[in-house]
C-alpha cells in the first residue's frame, strides 16, 4: 500500500485530499500546514508520494520541494495549484516535482496522477 504526505495550508484541503487517498486504498501517513513542515515530514516518514501545496505561509510549496529532492532526487511529488499559476508549476517541475494538478480539481484526476506515480513503486 502506498503512502502518502498531503501538504496544503488548508485544513479543509488537507482532509479532502487525505479522504480521497484512503478511499483509493492508499495509506496517509502524514500532514503538513507548510513548505517547513513538509520537508520534516518527508524526511521522518519518507512517504512514496507527496501532494504539494504550491503557495503556503512559513516556506512555500517551490522551496520545499528543492528541499525534498536535495534529500531524495527520487521524490515523488504532485503539485497542487490554482489556477494561473503555471510559471510557478514550471519551476516546480524542473526541480524535481513530478506532475500536478489545478484546484479545483476532479478527484478522478488526482487518482489517476497518483496511480501513474505509484506504479514505479510496486514495480
Request: a negative charge; charged letters at 25%.
Amino acid at each position: 500500500m502506498p503512502t502518502v504526505l498531503v501538504v496544503d495550508d488548508a485544513l479543509f484541503m488537507r482532509v479532502a485530499i487525505s479522504n480521497m487517498f484512503k478511499d483509493w486504498g492508499y495509506e496517509v501517513v502524514g500532514h503538513a500546514a507548510n513548505g517547513k513542515e513538509a520537508v520534516e515530514q518527508y524526511g521522518a516518514l519518507q512517504p512514496d508520494l507527496v501532494t504539494m501545496d504550491v503557495t503556503m505561509p512559513v516556506m512555500s510549496g517551490i522551496d520545499a520541494v528543492k528541499e525534498i529532492i536535495a534529500l531524495d532526487e527520487d521524490a515523488r511529488i504532485i503539485m497542487v495549484t490554482a489556477l494561473g499559476q503555471q510559471r510557478l508549476i514550471r519551476e516546480a517541475i524542473e526541480h524535481g516535482a513530478k506532475d500536478f494538478i489545478t484546484k479545483p480539481f476532479e478527484p478522478e484526476f488526482l487518482r489517476m496522477v497518483a496511480d501513474k506515480l505509484a506504479e514505479d513503486i510496486e514495480g
